[in-house]
C-alpha cells in the first residue's frame, strides 16, 4: 500500500464514521488568525478534554446534550464557551488573545522583599496538603509520543542509511489507558490501546505525568515547591490574572545557580487556594534539555488537577542530535475527597501578616489542632506542621509504612490490535505528518511480517547462523523462552603478563530461567598463555531464586587456574596489559590455584542478608616467564612476588588451604518503591552496617590456614545540604590469635599504581601500592567522597550544563607498618559525558609522599539509590 492510497483510505473511513458520531470540531487561532498548537480544551460535563494539534486543529466525540467548554493556552485568557451537541458535529473556531496581567498592589516587608516569596512560602506550605486532599481519583490517561534523530555523526551517516535510519521519523505512538491512584502514593494503570512503530529506546513520559511539582523531588530534580526550594530558586512575581473567578499570579523561577536538574521558567498559582494553574518549565541533564508544560483545572471546589501535559525533549549526545515531544490529556476524572480535609484554611504569612500570625501563636496547640479538622486561619508553619504530623500519623496505620511508593502496569491482551480505523476514530488529537509517516511505514512492516508467517518468501538481514566473525566478535543463541546460551568475544580477552605473557579466554555462559522466575548460570571457561604454556580452565554455576529485589544466590565453582594474589582482582587484565607493554609495569601477581568453593547469599529479612561460603584450594606460586614489552627492553620487570612493608618477601612455598567465611549486612532504615506488586529498595534510605569472618582451618593438611579475621564496615550516602552529596565507606578489622603465614591470606585494600581508575570511587584508593600495605595485623581504613554542585570549575554555567561533575574525596588508611597514610584529590567527571580525570596527593603522618593524575571512563553516581556505577 503507498501512501497516497493509505490516505484516502484514512479520509474514506474518517467520513464513514463521521455519520454516526457527533460531538466538536474545528481551530483554536490567535486574534491574527494563526494557529494555536497544542490549546487545551477542557470539557466541564465529563471533566475531560482534548488539545489542538500544530495545525491548532481539534476534534472530540460527544453525546447529544449542553456543554461548557473552556480553551486555555499558556499567555492568553482563557474562552468559555457554552454548546448544545445534536446528531452531528458542531464545527468552532476559537479565538483567543493574550491573557491581562495586573501587578496587584501589595504588602512588602522592610526589606522590599518581592510578593514571589510570600505567595510561593503560602504554596509551598500547602504542597503536602494537595497530595493529601484526596483518597483517590480515577482518570483516561491519552499520550501521543514522537521523536526523531535531526543529526549524526558525518562518518556513520552512510553506515545508518543501509541500516534504514531515517531523520525525518524514528518512531510515533498513542497510548490510551486508565489510572487509578490511591493516597497516598499508589498508581495502578491499565493500558486500554498501545499503537507506536520505531523504537522509542526504553523512554517514557511516565515519570514526568505520574509525578508531581507537590513533592519535594520531581524527576530527579528539586521542586519549585520544595521546603527547600528557596535555597535552590529566586522567585520574581510577574502579576495575576483575574480568570472565571480565580486569581491567578505568574512566578517567573529563576535558578540561583544554573545547573543540571533544576528548573527555570514560570510557574502559576491559584490565589487563596494556593494550588498549581500552570507550569512553563525548564530543566537540563546531562546536556538534555526537557520543557515541561502542564495545565490544572479545577475538578471540583479548590481541587485543582492536572488536564493536559506537555514535554519537548532536545539534546545532542556524541554528536547525535535529536528531539521528542509526548503529549498527554488526563480525563473523565472521578475522584474520592479525603473528608478531613475538606475545610477551607487561609495560610497568614509570618514574615508578611505579623500581627495577625503573633495571635495566631498565642492559641493553645489544643485549639490549633482543632483548626485542621474545622478551617479557619493558620499560620504556614502551623499548618505545614499539622500536615506532616497527619501524614505520620497515617503512616503509622499503614499496613507497610516502609513503602514509599507503588505503582502498577497492566496491558489489554487487546492493547496492541488495534488497527488505523480505530485510532481515526478515538484519536483525540490528529497526527503530523511525520506522524503519519511513520505509522505508514508501521502498517508496511505489519503487512511484511503477516506475508511471512502466511508462508510468502521475503528477504530479511536476520542473521540466525553462526558466521566465522563470531569467534571474534561473540554470538548469543536461544533457543525456546527459557534458554540462552552466550559466547564472549574472544577479542575482549585477549591479555598480556610476565607470567603468562600474552594469553587468550574462551568463555561461555548458559543461563535457563525457571517457572517461578528463578534462573541458573552454567559458565565454562579456559585459558591459555603461549609464554606460560598452561591451559586453565574452570566452571562457574549459579543458581538465583527468591524475590527480585532480595535475590539470593547459591554458587559452586571449581577448576584449575591462575588467580591474582588479591582475590579481590583490584588490577584490570586489560589495564595491566597496557602499563607492562607500553611502560613495563607490570602490576599483576599470579598464583596457580587448584580449587573448589561453594557460597551461599541471602536474607533473614529484608533488612538483614548473610553469606557464607568455604573454600578450599591448592596454592602453587608462580614467576614471570617473559621480557617480552613494546619499549624500554633494558628495563627488568618486577618480580611476581610483590614486596611488603611488613614481610618483605612475600615468596611463598606450595601449600594447602581451607577458609570459610560468614557475613551479615543490616540496613535498619530500608524503604521501598513497589511495582506490579514487587517490592524493590530504595538503597539511598538507609545506610548500610556490616560485619564479617574469615577463618583458615587449623588442620595440619591445610598449611599455615590457622588464622581468624573480623571486619566491621559503614557504608552511605547523603545530601547533608543543597550543595551536594556525601558519600561515605569506612571499614575496621583485626588477625586475632593466629596471624596467617600465607601472604595471599592477608588483609589486602584496593591500592592503584596504574595510570587509570577503575575502581569504585568509594571504597578504593588513587596511590596505594596494590600490595606493599597489606596487612596481617589490625587496621582502619576509610573513604570520604564528596560531589560537589557547583564548586571551582562549575562556576561556569556553561561547563554546569554540560553534566561535568566535580568531586573532593579523602581517604586514610592505618596498620601498625603504614602510619597514618592519607590521599587527598579532586576530579572533574562526566567530561565530554564519559571522561573522568583525578589529580591526588598522598602524605604519611604529614608528610608528603606522591602525586598523580589518573584517567578513567566517567561515573554514574546517582542520588537515588547512592550506589556508584563504573562502566569499561
Known amino acids: 500500500m503507498n501512501i497516497k492510497t493509505y490516505l484516502v483510505l484514512c479520509l474514506l473511513f474518517s467520513s464513514v464514521f463521521s455519520g454516526f458520531s457527533q460531538g466538536i470540531k ?25 488539545t489542538t494539534n500544530l495545525e491548532g486543529d481539534f476534534q472530540i466525540s460527544l453525546s447529544p446534550g449542553t456543554y461548557h467548554l473552556v480553551f486555555q493556552h499558556l499567555g492568553y485568557k482563557a474562552n468559555e464557551k457554552r454548546v448544545i451537541i445534536g446528531n452531528s458535529f458542531l464545527v468552532l473556531e476559537i479565538i483567543m488573545v493574550a491573557e491581562t496581567i495586573m501587578l496587584q498592589t501589595v504588602v512588602v516587608s522592610g526589606k522590599d522583599e518581592d510578593p514571589a516569596y510570600t505567595i510561593m512560602r503560602k504554596a509551598i506550605s500547602k504542597a503536602k496538603y494537595h497530595k493529601q486532599q484526596l483518597n483517590s481519583f480515577e482518570a483516561e490517561l491519552y499520550i501521543k509520543g514522537s521523536g526523531r534523530l535531526i543529526d549524526s555523526p558525518f562518518f556513520l551517516r552512510k553506515m545508518m542509511e543501509k541500516e534504514g535510519v531515517d531523520s525525518t521519523t524514528s518512531y510515533a505512538s498513542e497510548t490510551i489507558s486508565k489510572i487509578k491512584f490511591t493516597r497516598p502514593n499508589t498508581y495502578d494503570e491499565e493500558v486500554i490501546s498501545v499503537r507506536s512503530t520505531g523504537d522509542d529506546y526504553g523512554t517514557s513520559p511516565n515519570s514526568f505525568i ?9 524527576v530527579n530534580a528539586v521542586s519549585p515547591l520544595s521546603p527547600k526550594a528557596f535555597g535552590y530558586y529566586k522567585f520574581e512575581y510577574l502579576g495575576t490574572k483575574s480568570e472565571r473567578g480565580y486569581e491567578i499570579s505568574k512566578i517567573k523561577v529563576t535558578p540561583r545557580s544554573r545547573g543540571d536538574d533544576i528548573f527555570r521558567g514560570v510557574i502559576s498559582i491559584v490565589e487563596d487556594v494556593w494550588s498549581i494553574q500552570s507550569t512553563n518549565l525548564y530543566m537540563e541533564s ?24 506537555k514535554f519537548d525533549i532536545t539534546g545532542k549526545v556524541f554528536g547525535f542530535k535529536f528531539e521528542a515531544q509526548y503529549l498527554s490529556t488526563m480525563g473523565k476524572y472521578k475522584i474520592e475527597l479525603n473528608e478531613e480535609l475538606t475545610q477551607e484554611y487561609e495560610i497568614i504569612d509570618e514574615s508578611i501578616e505579623k500581627e495577625i500570625a503573633e495571635e495566631l501563636k498565642k492559641r493553645p496547640s489544643e485549639e490549633v489542632t482543632k483548626t485542621l479538622a474545622h478551617g479557619g486561619e493558620l499560620t504556614r508553619k502551623q499548618f505545614r506542621k499539622l500536615i506532616n504530623e497527619y501524614e505520620k500519623e497515617e503512616k503509622k496505620q499503614n499496613n507497610d509504612p516502609l513503602v514509599q511508593s507503588s505503582y502498577s502496569l497492566k496491558i489489554d491482551s487487546l492493547a496492541p490490535t488495534s488497527d488505523s480505523i480505530y485510532w481515526a476514530r478515538i484519536r483525540p488529537v490528529p497526527l503530523t505528518a511525520y506522524e503519519i509517516k511513520g505509522y505508514h511505514k508501521m502498517d508496511s512492516a505489519f503487512v511484511a511480517e503477516k506475508k511471512e508467517a502466511e508462508g510468502d518468501t521475503l528477504e530479511t538481514n536476520k542473521h540466525n ?27 575482549q580477552y585477549v591479555n598480556f603478563n610476565t607470567v603468562e605473557g600474552y594469553n587468550f579466554v574462551v568463555k561461555f555462559k548458559y543461563s535457563h530461567t525457571f517457572a517461578n522466575k528463578a534462573k541458573l548460570f552454567v559458565s565454562p571457561q579456559a585459558k591459555y598463555g603461549f609464554s606460560g604454556t598452561k591451559l586453565y580452565g574452570r566452571l562457574n554455576t549459579e543458581f538465583r531464586y527468591g524475590p527480585i529485589y532480595r535475590r539470593s544466590s547459591i554458587r559452586l565453582n571449581g577448576g584449575y587456574y591462575s588467580k591474582q594474589i588479591n582475590n579481590d582482582n583490584p588490577i584490570h587484565p586489560l589495564v595491566n596489559s597496557i602499563t607492562t607493554l607500553l611502560f613495563r609495569d607490570n ?37 614471570n616467564t617473559t621480557t617480552q614489552g613494546w619499549f624500554n627492553a633494558t628495563q627488568e620487570y618486577t618480580s611476581n612476588a610483590p614486596d611488603n612493608v611488613e614481610v618483605g618477601s612475600t615468596d611463598f612455598i606450595e601449600n594447602n588451604s581451607f577458609v570459610y567465611t560468614m557475613g551479615l549486612s543490616y540496613k535498619p532504615w ?51 545540604g543543597i550543595r551536594g552529596q556525601l558519600f561515605i565507606d569506612a571499614r575496621a578489622g583485626s588477625f586475632m590469635g593466629t596471624s596467617p603465614i600465607n601472604f595471599i591470606d592477608f588483609k589486602h585494600f584496593a591500592g592503584n599504581e596504574s595510570p587509570f581508575l577503575m575502581e569504585d570511587p568509594v571504597g578504593s584508593y588513587r596511590l596505594l601500592p596494590y600490595y606493599f600495605y597489606s596487612t596481617a595485623n589490625k587496621y582502619a581504613s576509610g573513604q570520604v567522597l564528596y560531589q560537589f554542585r557547583k564548586f571551582l570549575f562549575t562556576q561556569l554555567p556553561i561547563l554546569r550544563l554540560t553534566g561535568v561533575k566535580e568531586l573532593a574525596y579523602i581517604s586514610y588508611l592505618a596498620t601498625p607498618a603504614s602510619g597514618n597514610y592519607v590521599e587527598v584529590g579532586y576530579g572533574l567527571d562526566n567530561l565530554f559525558r564519559f571522561l573522568r580525570v583525578e589529580a591526588a596527593a598522598s602524605f604519611i603522618d604529614g608528610a608528603y609522599n606522591g602525586f598523580g593524575i589518573k584517567i578513567g571512563v566517567g561515573t554514574s553516581i546517582t542520588s537515588g539509590d547512592g550506589s556508584i556505577n563504573i562502566g569499561f
Open 26 to 50: 474545528g481551530a483554536v487561532k490567535k486574534s491574527s488568525g494563526e494557529p494555536i498548537e497544542f490549546a487545551t480544551i477542557y470539557i466541564k460535563e465529563i471533566e475531560t478534554g482534548t
Open 210 to 218: 505520574l509525578g508531581s511539582f507537590y513533592d519535594p523531588i520531581y
Open 286 to 309: 546531562t546536556g538534555i534539555l526537557f520543557n515541561i508544560k502542564q495545565i490544572y483545572e479545577p475538578i471540583e471546589k479548590n481541587v485543582w488537577l492536572p488536564i493536559s501535559h
Open 465 to 491: 547462523g553462526f558466521r566465522p566473525t563470531d569467534i571474534l566478535l561473540g554470538y548469543n543463541f536461544k533457543w525456546g523462552k527459557n534458554d540462552r546460551l552466550k559466547y564472549y568475544p574472544l577479542w
Open 587 to 623: 602490576y599483576l601477581k599470579l598464583y596457580e590455584s587448584s580449587f573448589i568453593n561453594a557460597s551461599n547469599q541471602g536474607y533473614f529479612s529484608d533488612k538483614l542478608s548473610y553469606t557464607i561460603g568455604v573454600n578450599m584450594e591448592k596454592r602453587v606460586p608462580l614467576q
Open 670 to 720: 530500608l524503604k521501598y518503591s513497589v511495582r506490579n506488586g514487587k517490592k524493590h529498595v530504595i538503597n539511598s534510605s538507609s545506610p548500610t552496617f556490616d560485619i564479617s569472618y574469615r577463618s583458615g582451618a587449623p588442620v595440619s593438611i591445610f598449611d599455615g590456614s590457622d588464622f581468624k579475621h573480623l571486619e566491621i564496615g559503614y557504608k552511605h550516602s547523603f545530601r547533608p
